[in-house]
């Protein structure tokens, strides 16, 4: 009775775990889906408003273009107007005073359209005459930058027209002007023209209106578009798409406030900002002239204002929700009927081969697959063991490789490294033994045919200590060289800094040396010709450090990267310019070789050796000891 409940418990458990895996993938696959679709609708709505922001930059190019040719009707006619006048200045012997505008207009006034008034500005930009009262002493200062084209225009000698613009004085009488200078370059001679039917027939074709028209047709997400001048007076009412009713106000979208400095800023900064409420998206576009080619064109900048909606967007964001939660629900039942299906059929003999699956798991690769009397069961267990057999060969070739590649390795490595000290050796100690030596053997050849030739007795002396003196520089030599051939051979080791010290310096040179150590009871790993480095050192001191180069310190200190050996005597020191070159092979009055075997036991391990004493004070060898390389003695 246990066995088929045990059974039928065992069906239940893989129907759930099965239906909910496949619900899990369903859904993950829907849920991707989804994510990639909204990607892509979020995709085509911002292009959507990238393309807009294309056409509308390229339309209000257009427009400035198209304004600019335009506002040059009356430029000839200006112009000759203008030169006239400044012949007249001429003539007056340049007194502005002497020249009767009022007059000069009546006489001008049938070449133009409408009104036309004339205007005398002076050095400080200050309207000084003019046939216009309400702009007389009007002070162009409080405009900098078209104060700048004023002051550019009268140190120029050239005609220069303007586009039309609106009166400071007189908000909404738009006049066209021109600006001449004068020939002695005081004054500038100003023309402005007005007319109603030029002005509204530049209105009438060349309108923000029907340009705010046209981008409306293109995006259907776009509600409303609005245009504002540098006053941030609107200069278009568009009705939005969604609010007939609210014509350009934007207050369904954004309140006054946060219009006005949002438009204060996009003017201040010159560039556009995006502004997102959640449902709108409120574009703020800013527009100039790109060339500077009239005084005003710092003035005619534009901004627009657009609201995009996010309806379409979302609508189409809930269809595709709802079309993918239907699907992972008709998988959800499918997965359910199919996982009864699969609990009733498979489950049973698979619990024999996952029993027998999860022995072999545990380590017990030689464990076999029982036959469970279902084909495609046995088919699977069969292939199981295959792999099993097939995994045991490749782990057993693997470990063979890496065992075989590892110690490979290491003899490359080794040999290398051997290799390269070995012919760095070879290469010093075959100079030492063909140049150095040689050189020596010679001097002494030389010395002795001086002696043998002599028929002094005291200079035969002299060459024979020169012959004793030059054996004593080969015997050294000699010596380097079996201590430079010993380097590395024996391998590192730990050695007490202390007990270094007493062996190399303490010993040899009890009657000689005053040796002061602080702080040694320190293990270095480090050749065993360690000894060497401070026996040398200390020779060094007594041969070449003259007075008080016998009182010798030497100290180790702990820093947070490494380990610092310090020795120190009381010398004359070591010049600047000798402080590297001191660690030169055959560099010195001697062999020069004392320093250079310090140097290049020190490397073995990875230690330095650097000098920075101050010439008359004695020298300071700092050996640096990488903070593996030495640890506290705490046997001693």
């Known amino acids: 009775m246990l066995r088929p409940i045990r059974s039928y418990s065992l069906s239940n458990v893989l129907m759930i775990i099965f239906s909910l895996i496949f619900i899990c993938i369903i859904g993950m696959l829907s849920l991707i889906q989804y994510n990639s679709v909204a990607s892509d609708l979020q995709g085509q709505f911002s292009d959507e408003i990238s393309k807009t922001d294309l056409i509308l930059n390229h339309s209000v190019s257009v427009l400035f273009e198209a304004l600019n040719l335009y506002d040059s009707r009356y430029d000839y006619e200006m112009e000759m107007v203008l030169s006239r006048l400044s012949d007249n200045y001429v003539k007056s012997g340049n007194d502005i005073e002497q020249i009767n505008l009022t007059g000069f207009k009546e006489e001008i006034s049938p070449i133009f359209p409408g009104d036309v008034d004339l205007y005398v500005i002076n050095s400080d930009n200050i309207i000084e005459k003019t046939t216009y009262d309400p702009d007389i002493y009007l002070n162009f200062n409080e405009y900098p930058e078209f104060s700048k ?48 039917e030029f002005w509204q027939a530049r209105r009438d074709v060349f309108s923000y209106e029907k340009l705010g028209s046209s981008i409306l047709e293109i995006n259907p997400d776009l509600l409303s578009i609005s245009f504002f001048n540098k006053k941030l007076d609107p200069i278009s009412e568009l009705p939005s798409q969604d609010h007939p009713s609210i014509n350009s106000s934007l207050t369904h979208y954004i309140t006054i406030e946060d219009l006005n400095s949002t438009l204060i800023s996009v003017f201040t900064h010159k560039e556009g900002q995006i502004h997102d409420t959640g449902s709108y998206l409120i574009d703020f576009q800013y527009f100039t002239i790109r060339r500077n080619i009239t005084p005003s064109s710092s003035e005619m900048s534009v901004a627009s204002v657009l609201v995009y909606s996010r309806d379409n967007l979302n609508r189409s964001l809930s269809t595709y929700l709802i079309i993918h939660m239907s699907i992972t629900l008709f998988a959800v039942i499918l997965a359910i009927l199919f996982a009864i299906y699969i609990s009733g059929h498979i489950s049973r003999p698979l619990e024999q081969v996952i029993e027998d699956i999860e022995q072999i798991a545990r380590g017990d690769y030689h464990h076999g697959i029982r ?5 495609d069961i046995d088919r699977l267990g069969h292939s199981v063991e295959l792999m099993v057999q097939k995994i045991l060969f490749d782990i057993e070739m693997i470990q063979r490789g890496h065992e075989e590649i590892a110690a490979e390795l290491v003899r490359r490595k080794e040999a290398e490294e051997a290799l390269i000290i070995v012919n760095n050796k070879l290469n010093n100690l075959s100079s030492i033994t063909r140049h150095d030596i040689l050189n020596q053997v010679t001097c002494i050849r030389g010395y002795a045919f001086l002696a043998e030739n002599s028929t002094d007795t005291e200079e035969s002396v002299i060459h024979a200590r020169h012959i004793q003196r030059i054996s004593c520089l080969i015997e050294e030599m000699i010596a380097f060289s079996r201590d430079y051939q010993t380097i590395g051979i024996s391998g590192s080791s730990w050695q007490n800094l202390g007990h270094v010290i007493h062996r190399a310096i303490s010993v040899p040179f009890s009657d000689r040396i005053s040796l ?49 050996i310090i020795y120190e005597d009381q010398g004359m020191g070591i010049s600047d310019s000798d402080k590297e070159l001191i660690f030169e092979r055959g560099y010195g009055t001697g062999t020069g070789l004392g320093l250079f075997l310090i140097r290049e036991i020190l490397a073995i391990t ?3 050796i650097k000098e920075n004493g101050l010439r008359g004070s004695g020298v300071r060898f700092e050996i640096h000891v990488p903070p593996t390389q030495w640890k506290e003695d705490s046997n001693n």
Not at 162 to 174: A, K, L
Not at 371 to 375: D, F, R, V
């Open 371 to 375: 036959k469970t009397g279902g084909t």
């Open 516 to 564: 002061d150590v602080s702080g040694t009871n320190i293990l270095i790993l480090a050749d065993p010709l360690l000894q060497k480095v401070f026996y040398n050192l200390a020779d060094n001191s007594l041969t070449h450090g003259g007075p008080g180069g016998e009182r010798v310190h030497i100290s180790f200190e702990k820093t947070e990267t490494c380990g610092i």
């Open 149 to 196: 084209s004023l002051n550019n225009i009268r140190n120029n000698s050239r005609f220069v027209a303007d586009q039309w613009v609106d009166s400071i004085n007189t908000p909404g009488y738009y006049r066209k002007y021109a600006y001449f200078p004068t020939p002695d370059h005081r004054y500038i001679l100003e023309i402005g023209v007005h007319s109603d």
């Open 606 to 608: 990875g230690m330095t």
